[in-house]
């Protein structure tokens, strides 16, 4: 079974490492996982209607 997107984003965030939206619409959002310099390093894309709803509130980890 798949990660859950909010794991992902937290263990993400856990390690010590960012994220950002870099596309948010009412059916899907793609973010991108950064290193902890800030470089992008993957994407994260889901449908997920609470996740689209989490990420319009927080679009990145620094906010």
Do not use: N
């Not at 993400?12 to 290193?35: I, K, P, Q």
Request: proline share 8%; net charge negative; glycine share 4%.
């Amino acid at each position: 079974m798949p990660e859950s997107p909010f794991a992902t984003l937290m263990r993400w965030e856990e390690a010590g490492a960012h994220w950002r939206v870099r596309r948010l619409a009412r059916d899907e959002a793609v973010v991108e996982l950064l290193s902890c310099l800030g470089e992008p390093v993957d994407q994260l894309r889901s449908a997920d209607p609470q996740f689209v709803d989490y990420l319009a509130h927080r679009p990145a980890s620094s906010d």
